[in-house]
């Protein structure tokens, strides 16, 4: 990391840099005192979040939903998904006919326009 990367050191403090990457970032923080500072400062703020944020149980129904998820078989999914891209293909075909009419309609308009321009 030749220059400061702040996003690469959130990346850095929650441990998903590796290999090159990682060596590279901890040899620049060896050298910049300014992020040495800054992901002091993300590291205490994560720290601080660990401990006072509350926890946030889910929802019941959430629980509900996803094992309801789980335990649908391979061809009820396989079927959502089928129904929703032949929803999505008919909706594009629908808005690029409609696209294609207000086009025509537009052209279509364009004499009658000129024509009452040249009138006036
Ligand atoms: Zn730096």
Redesign the pocket.
Known sequence: ?Q???LQRLDAFADGELHGPLRSECEQ??A??A??RA?LAEILALRDFLIVNAPAVPPSISLAGRVRERIAQPWWARAAAAAILLVALSSGFEAGRKLAERASGAATDLLPTEMGDIHVR
């Open positions: 990391m220059l400061c990367n620049h923080l050298e910049c300014l992020c800054e």
